[in-house]
């Protein structure tokens, strides 16, 4: 374990994994498992004895637990409810029981920090082109074979390189940076909850926006806590199949799908990211499938983005998705009538761009995370119909943004 200062910090660099392509061999489809079997179903499979033997500085006590009888406790941030016996560690890697007390061993040491472009997200309705100070610590609640960050989301906190970053640092960092938002991501920051919330609580106060780049996989109970400080999400939705849930990722779909809904209800803007697995979300009926549910219960405004997948981690012998599957697909979503649908991790499709779900000019031209062209208004009006875009808009933006007269 190597811990950095606070001022060591400034001059860091994040460990921010990026997508890497590569031709690898492929595999033949016929066993749709593929050939890394299943995901793990981490429900109930606690770290036995794992807990270590006493604190150190960045515990603090669990946002939401129930003491039971024998010293046990269990968590109550996501659907998993670990149980906890005195001296286990969760199966997020990141909590653990001591004398009957549930402790968060991540609370103001990240290992991953690193300021982002928005679009980086991918997050395309929400102050376009400003900085988002980002933050990661280990552990996650999933088990996805194609985890592109596993080197930290399947780690112990203490087995990775961290930062000291406590809530009030992180903070003044962000605004050092020049940062509009904090957004809590990489890893999955379900599993340090109780650190972005005290994070988050502090940034709103201070005027910065708060983002969310999760799997969802949440209850309702601490959503709702969150929701008061949230001001943008990009949840992702990996495939619309609970077996595909249960067999890719090692969770469940109907609590992400709750999540959709809660965000929904209290107003938060989000965004929605399926990652195209070839093989196992790759299938036409599913997308329909998962269309017609959103259409349905949270309307044709939220933005989706089909990512392209690279080999990784326990899928490294897939192929990358073609870029015709992203690009049939986002027809697809658009047919169903889905507004905004975007293709990501394919450089210079038009899917990276925003067109106007009214007149369909072309208000946003995107080239990798930057803007070329610029076409809203200061309230998010489109400037050729007038049409209101749906998102969180800069304000000032027919002052401040980029001039072009080009449209689709
Ligand atoms: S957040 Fe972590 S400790 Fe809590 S229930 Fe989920 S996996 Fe278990």
């Known amino acids: 374990m190597e811990t950095v200062s606070r001022r060591h910090f400034l001059y860091g660099s994040a460990a921010f994994l990026t997508y890497a392509a590569s031709a690898q061999a492929f595999w033949p489809f016929a066993d749709r498992s593929g050939p890394a079997g299943?995901?793990?179903?981490?429900?109930?499979?606690?770290?036995?004895?794992?807990?270590?033997?006493?604190?150190?500085?960045?515990?603090?006590?669990?946002?939401?637990?129930?003491?039971?009888?024998?010293?046990?406790v269990v968590c109550g941030i996501c659907p998993n409810h670990c149980l906890l016996a005195p001296g286990d560690r969760s199966a997020c890697r990141s909590k653990v029981n001591l004398d009957g007390t549930?402790?968060?061993?991540?609370?103001?040491?990240?290992?991953?920090?690193?300021?982002?472009?928005?679009?980086?997200?991918?997050?395309?309705?929400?102050?376009?082109?400003?900085?988002?100070?980002?933050l990661a610590t280990a552990g996650c609640n999933f088990r996805c074979l194609n985890c592109?960050?596993?080197?930290?989301?399947?780690?112990k906190p203490h087995e990775v390189r961290h930062y000291e970053l406590f809530p009030e640092d992180a903070v003044q960092a962000a605004q050092r940076a020049g940062a509009e938002s904090i957004a809590y991501t990489y890893s999955e920051p379900i599993t340090f909850f109780e650190y972005m919330l005290a994070t988050a609580r502090l940034a709103k106060a201070k005027g910065l926006h708060n983002l969310w780049i999760s799997n969802g996989y949440i209850?309702?109970?601490?959503?709702l806590e969150l929701c008061n400080v949230l001001d943008g999400a990009n949840v992702?939705?990996?495939?619309?199949?609970?077996?595909?849930?249960?067999?890719?990722?090692?969770?469940?779909?109907?609590?992400?799908?709750?999540?959709?809904?809660?965000?929904?209800?209290?107003?938060?803007?989000?965004?929605?990211?399926?990652?195209?697995?070839?093989?196992?979300?790759?299938?036409?009926?599913?997308?329909?499938?998962?269309?017609?549910?959103?259409?349905?219960?949270?309307g044709p405004d939220?933005?989706?983005?089909?990512?392209?997948?690279?080999?990784?981690?326990?899928?490294?012998?897939?192929?990358?998705t073609p870029v015709s599957t992203l690009t049939r697909f986002r027809e697809l979503a658009r047919q169903e009538g889905i507004h905004y649908v975007y293709v990501g991790n394919v450089p210079e499709h038009e899917g990276n761009n925003t067109y106007c779900h009214q007149c369909q000019k072309l208000l946003i031209e995107r080239q990798g995370y930057f803007i070329a062209s610029y076409h809203l208004d200061g309230g998010g009006l489109c400037k050729f119909c007038r049409a209101p875009i749906p998102g969180v808009w800069r304000a000032h933006d027919d002052q401040q943004g980029p001039s072009s007269s080009s449209s689709s």
């Open 236 to 298: 992702n939705l990996k495939s619309f199949e609970d077996a595909i849930y249960r067999k890719l990722n090692g969770g469940r779909l109907e609590p992400v799908l709750n999540t959709f809904r809660t965000l929904h209800e209290r107003r938060v803007h989000f965004e929605m990211t399926n990652l195209v697995v070839p093989g196992y979300v790759d299938d036409e009926d599913m997308v329909k499938r998962m269309c017609a549910w959103i259409l349905t219960n949270l």
């Open 148 to 155: 592109q960050n596993w080197e930290i989301s399947q780690a």
């Open 219 to 223: 209850n309702r109970k601490p959503l």
């Open 102 to 134: 549930l402790y968060s061993l991540t609370y103001g040491n990240p290992c991953s920090v690193n300021t982002d472009p928005i679009e980086k997200k991918p997050l395309y309705h929400f102050k376009p082109q400003t900085k988002a100070f980002s």
């Open 302 to 320: 939220y933005p989706l983005h089909f990512l392209r997948f690279f080999p990784r981690y326990k899928l490294d012998r897939l192929p990358p």
């Open 38 to 72: 299943a995901a793990e179903d981490i429900r109930g499979k606690v770290f036995k004895g794992d807990a270590p033997p006493k604190l150190w500085k960045w515990s603090h006590e669990g946002f939401l637990y129930k003491k039971l009888k024998g010293d046990k």
